[in-house]
């Protein structure tokens, strides 16, 4: 299970929305590739973490995205400049 703080719930909320926007991919196909449901999905981008969300999802982000988990949870990738940025 992952314990996470408030800020790193918020960064991967963001990241993994807005990756999966930026690649053009449903919500549908990335919650395939994830493994997971949808409203799973749609939890996660929300920031709401299921309580049984495996860390098993974060490490499929991080292989499919090629971004580590440090990046995911720890700062937001800027929209404008499709660079990471802190906070």
Request: include cysteine.
């Amino acid at each position: 299970h992952i314990h996470a703080n408030e800020d790193a719930i918020q960064c991967l909320a963001h990241n993994v929305s807005y990756l999966r926007k930026e690649l053009n991919i449903s919500k549908n196909k990335m919650a395939e590739i994830l493994g997971i449901g949808v409203k799973t999905l749609t939890k996660i981008e929300q920031g709401i973490l299921p309580p049984r969300l495996s860390v098993k999802v974060l490490f499929k982000i991080r292989q499919y995205f090629g971004i580590p988990v440090s990046v995911l949870v720890g700062r937001k990738i800027n929209a404008q400049t499709k660079t990471v940025s802190e906070g």
